[in-house]
């Protein structure tokens, strides 16, 4: 055996930077001490790299099993078969890894960035984070809350769970992840909310190091997951309504899509669909549209030599798609969205969920005594908070609470950790009698 086949420690990192491009992120830049919220020592012989130590620490978090039951679009006690959080997090890791590789960018960092963007997300999809992003705007009438308290949008709370949530270590909360992980999952979608402009006000958000005034990634690696993520969506609610027979293959409106038309011809695709036609339909379509990112991109990066995110941040979006199937992306997402979010299913699916959101908020609020201690040891290691415990919470300092921001955030906090079925059997438990202590006569 060679002995220079085997490779630790720092030239580990030298041989992994030497296969990247110049405008890639280098693991050897991850090493120093201002790149993490808190000061680690140096693993000697250490056999991963510095992104490599990120994408486990996601994977190991507790936020991170918890995807898999939480809904993508369809309920997870639906069906085996349809999407969850954690599947769609997973096809955004396969799609934006196999990008990164074509540009010879960072892939452990792509995929560390990948596996924790949707950390953060809430119970029963979209309907969850719209709907606590209302409560916490005081658009939603839950008793007295009538004030903006920040809103709530699920990238901001990713990076609030990879830098606060989690108590893996002892030597610090959170995961203490590289500012290009934690900039990349805040980074992943938009950091304005499209209907009203704003942002999320969150002061116990950690934004240091992250840029906040560039909307955009500024390093490539986190452009590539952005844009992943929208591919990986499109791709996963096109087979996924396929498959609840939401959408059919002979719809009109898909079919005016060039996009879509032209690969449903070479699929030779007619009418039915069977599980391989929906793997070959959506195979080429994600293929078509990573042809268009490296078309459009490859010239601008080999030709800009100011693209150096290590000395400046870039200030707009290098991954892009063409110009002609950027347009016809949009329209098939707008199918999509009006398609699944106005169906009879979906339709049924978001009252229930947005109801369970509004009853567990409110029964929070109104009685501080039914959150979790966890959930008040939390509250209490804010900065300038005194140490709350169940027998402290009278009458006088829950009306007090109820006017403290940080504690309105606290409730939207512990809800967006739930699962789907965690939500649905906290409001049971709320709300509902406990059936196995009814004797029947």
Not at 65 to 92: C, N, P, W
């Amino acid at each position: 055996m060679r002995d220079n086949w085997i490779v630790v420690g720092n030239d580990l990192i030298q041989k992994q930077d030497e296969m990247l491009a110049p405008y890639a992120i280098k693991n050897i830049y991850s090493i120093t001490d201002d790149t993490r919220i808190y000061k680690e020592d140096i693993v000697q012989n250490d056999t991963r790299t510095p992104f490599q130590h990120d994408r486990d620490r996601i994977i190991h978090s507790r936020a991170f099993r918890r995807l898999r039951g939480k809904t993508q679009v369809f309920m997870s006690a639906k069906g085996d078969h349809y999407r969850t959080r954690i599947s769609h997090t997973m096809e955004v890791q396969q799609i934006s890894r196999s990008i990164a590789r074509v540009f010879s960018l960072n892939e452990d960092l792509t995929e560390a960035i990948a596996l924790g963007h949707d950390l953060g997300h809430t119970p029963f999809g979209h309907i969850g984070e719209r709907t606590l992003d209302k409560i916490l705007r005081g658009n939603i009438d839950i008793l007295d809350i009538k004030k903006d308290y920040g809103g709530f949008k699920h990238n901001y709370n990713s990076l609030k769970m990879v830098d606060s949530f989690e108590k893996a270590y002892t030597k610090f909360r959170g995961l203490n992840l590289t500012k290009w992980t934690r900039e990349g999952i805040w980074k992943h979608t938009e950091l304005v909310n499209k209907k009203d402009g704003k942002t999320v006000y969150d002061k116990s958000l950690k934004l240091e190091m992250l840029h906040p005034e560039i909307s955009c990634c500024t390093f490539l690696e986190g452009q590539i997951v952005a844009i992943s993520d929208e591919i990986a969506q499109v791709a996963h609610d096109l087979e996924d309504a396929f498959r609840a027979k939401i959408l059919t293959i002979d719809n009109k409106s898909l079919n005016d899509i060039k996009l879509f038309y032209d690969i449903k011809r070479e699929t030779n695709i007619n009418d039915s669909l069977s599980a391989q036609e929906i793997r070959e339909l959506i195979g080429n379509l994600i293929k078509a549209l990573i042809n268009s990112i490296i078309k459009q991109t490859k010239e601008i990066i080999l030709s800009d030599s100011s693209i150096n995110p290590n000395e400046e941040p870039l200030n707009y979006q290098v991954f892009k798609l063409e110009p002609d199937i950027e347009e016809q992306y949009k329209q098939l997402r707008k199918i999509l969205y009006d398609t699944i979010t106005y169906s009879y299913e979906i339709s049924r699916m978001d009252i229930k969920g947005e109801h369970y959101i509004k009853r567990l908020f409110e029964a929070y609020y109104e009685d501080p005594k039914r959150l979790p201690d966890y959930t008040l040891e939390r509250y209490s290691s804010l900065e300038c908070k005194r140490k709350i415990e169940r027998k402290d919470l009278t009458e006088e300092l829950v009306k007090d609470l109820r006017k403290d921001m940080d504690f309105i955030r606290i409730i939207a906090d512990q809800i967006a950790g739930m699962t789907d079925l965690y939500a649905i059997d906290e409001y049971r438990r709320l709300y509902l009698p406990d059936v196995t202590s009814i004797t029947i006569i």
